[in-house]
Structure formats: C-alpha cells, structure tokens
C-alpha cells in the first residue's frame, strides 16, 4: 500500500511568487493535516481537514496560506506571495477515519521550500 | 494544553537498551502520551502511544510512572536505524475543535554509535 506522498520533494522561487504544494494521503483516510518547520523551529501545526471540509485552521499563519481538499482526496497548500520566512519544510500526514488522537498520522517525505 | 519535557540529546551504543524520558507533569487523567521519531531526511512516523499502563509493541516499550507524571519511551537493542529525533507528544486540546493535531516539541536527538 502506497504511503502520503507529496510533491515536489524540492522548491526554490523568489520572494513574491505563488507555490503549490501537493499531498496525497493513504488511499480512505479521511482526516488530513498540514504541519510545517521553519528553519531552527518546530514542527507546527497548519491544519486539519476531515474529508473536504477544513475542521481546523488555526495553524496557518496568514492569508497568505490557502489549503484545499477537493472531493476529499488529495490536498493542495497554495502560498500566494511567498515571502523569505515561509522557507522551510511542509509534512502532510493522514489518518483513518475517526480523526482521534488514537489514530496514528502517517506522514510524507516533506516538501522543502526555499524562498529567495 | 499539557506540556512535555525531553532531555536535549541522548546516546547509544548500537545493540545496547535506550531510554528515553518525558516529563508530564501537567497531563489530565484521560489523556494518552503519544511518541513519534523523525529520522534523518523524513517525515515523523508513529512509535507508540499509551494511557496508564505499560505498552509493548514491535518497535519499543512505553513505561508510565503511576503518577503519569512521565514516561520512558524504551528501545531494548538500538539499532544504528534508531538514530533520530525522538517526541513525547502530549493530547492537544482532545475533544475540541483541533482533536487530532500534533503539538511538536523540540524532542531528544538519539544518536546510535556502532
């Protein structure tokens, strides 16, 4: 069984363009989460979806930031400009249905941006 | 939210038992303490998790004080694989709005020497 997978593994823009990050959760999970980490902090929190509906956002740092999950699948984390402190990595992580903190998160590789 | 302490660093040799500590004094009665590593260059994956009683699976053994004022995450034979940032996750906000986010904190770097 095919693990969350992200894309791209790698971005580099310049300061003031748009990215889209890409996440594909485990195939029925329907709880999907953002986390990031900026470098030298730690790994926080972005937001929780529960199939397409966003049940918590209170991660996200600024109206900059905009997730969505369409149909319920997979999840894209647009950043629209980027500025030089969104630089960091970006996990996603799916969970079965049931969205508890009994159900374990299994996390992608990451994508890492570097804003220039 | 209830908070967690964790050792900066620790080390090990490989095939030698590794215990790693969490403080977590401010933890409710109900609440689990969940550990997640992250290795070199991945994401986090899930380790372990319990309430009030010591739990065994295949990749360690979580052992809770009575108090569940902390617990010990247990490696019983590192292995060079075992290298890695190591997080006692406290519940975050269980049953509000944000059930089921994950509060990371700085954790412990085990480092494994052969």
């Known amino acids: 069984e095919a693990g969350v997978t992200q894309f791209p593994s790698h971005s580099v823009i310049e300061k003031g363009q748009t990215v889209t990050l890409r996440c594909d959760p485990i195939s029925g999970h329907d709880n999907l989460y953002w986390y990031r980490r900026v470098m030298g902090k730690e790994i926080k929190f972005l937001l929780h979806f529960v199939k397409e509906s966003k049940q918590d956002e209170s991660g996200m740092p600024n109206n900059r930031f905009l997730a969505e999950r369409t149909g319920g699948t997979y999840s894209t984390l647009k950043v629209q400009p980027a500025e030089l402190e969104d630089s960091g990595v970006y996990f996603c992580?799916?969970?079965?249905?049931?969205?508890?903190?009994?159900?374990?998160?299994?996390f992608g590789p990451g994508t890492r941006l570097t804003v220039l | 939210d209830a908070k967690t302490t964790q050792p900066n660093s620790m080390e090990s040799n490989e095939e030698e038992p590794v215990h790693l500590p969490c403080n977590h004094s401010?933890?409710?009665?109900?609440?689990?303490i969940h550990w997640y590593r992250q290795l070199p260059s991945q994401g986090p994956e899930y380790v372990i998790h319990?309430?009030?009683s010591n739990v065994n699976n295949r990749m360690a053994s979580l052992a809770i004080a009575e108090d569940r004022k902390s617990s010990t995450l247990i490696l019983h034979r590192a292995t060079l694989r075992d290298a890695a940032v190591y997080y006692c996750?406290?519940?975050?906000?269980?049953?509000?709005?944000?059930?089921?986010?994950?509060?990371f904190g700085q954790g412990t770097i085990l480092t494994v020497h052969p």
């Open positions: 996750i406290p519940p975050s906000n269980a049953g509000g709005t944000s059930y089921g986010k994950l509060t």
């Open positions: 401010t933890i409710s009665g109900t609440d689990y």
């Open positions: 319990g309430l009030t």
């Open positions: 992580a799916s969970s079965q249905a049931g969205g508890s903190l009994l159900s374990e998160q299994f």
